[in-house]
């Protein structure tokens, strides 16, 4: 059975900084992208950054870059969002989620459960 | 960017059919994926590739894609089909997924 599995979520402040992680089980983790989609409460779906299988090539979204770093570790099937200088802005639940590409497009077929993030003073 | 355009909600009755479209330039050139998000909970695939449907999802679930609109249909809907849906278009410029607004599916 696919599981993934997110934590380090918490409340940090301003400006702060967290490391999410998301471990990963029951499938070949090497294999796949994977990527971070958030949702900020009440809201839809935005996507966060992707990592290809060998971390190789990151992509961001615009409004992140230079903010957000993400990361794997193959041996360890576990994948990472850094976040630093945090803002209100950026308070959501993040997934993490398996893609599963062919014929020139992606979707995810598999979703963590999410770890709340809450950028407050 | 390309963008997808949802309607915010849509009602049915029980036992009717909804159809959740999701309008985007072009759309039917491009490959759609639907996913279903009930409170609380993380989103579900529940149409990839237009209209195929992953192991576990009801034959219910259908999907189509033409012109510059795509639509999920949920046949004899049932109370556990309320929730969000979500359509998903991969940008191949930028390499990043794209999604839809959302549309909350509720009863009449």
């Known amino acids: 059975e696919v599981r993934l599995v997110e934590s380090g979520g918490g409340l940090v402040r301003p400006g702060g900084s967290l490391r999410l992680s998301c471990a990963a089980s029951g499938f070949t983790f090497s294999a796949y992208t994977m990527h971070w989609v958030r949702q900020v409460p009440g809201k839809g779906l935005e996507w966060v950054s992707s990592?290809?299988?060998?971390?190789?090539?990151?992509y961001y979204a615009d409004s992140l870059k230079g903010r957000f770093t993400i990361s794997r570790d193959n041996a360890k099937n576990s994948l990472y969002l850094r976040m630093n200088s945090l803002r209100a802005a950026d308070t959501a639940v993040y997934y993490c989620?398996?893609?599963?590409?062919?014929?020139?497009?992606?979707?995810?077929?598999?979703w963590g459960q999410g770890a709340l993030v809450t950028v407050s003073s | 960017s390309y963008v997808l355009t949802q309607p915010p909600s849509v009602s049915v009755a029980p036992g009717k059919s909804a159809r959740v479209t999701c309008g985007g330039h072009n759309i039917g050139t491009k490959s759609v994926h639907w996913y279903q998000q009930k409170p609380g909970q993380a989103p579900v695939l529940v149409i990839s590739y237009d209209s195929d449907r992953p192991s576990g999802i009801p034959e219910r679930f259908s999907g189509s894609n033409s012109g510059n609109t795509a639509t999920l249909t949920i046949n004899r809907v049932e109370a556990g089909d309320e929730a969000d849906y979500y359509c998903?278009?991969?940008?191949?410029?930028?390499?990043?997924?794209?999604f839809g607004g959302g549309t909350k599916l509720t009863f009449l």
């Open positions: 989620a398996r893609l599963v590409c062919t014929g020139g497009s992606c979707y995810s077929d598999h």
């Open positions: 990592i290809d299988k060998g971390s190789s090539d990151m």
């Open positions: 998903q278009v991969w940008d191949r410029d930028t390499n990043h997924p794209v």
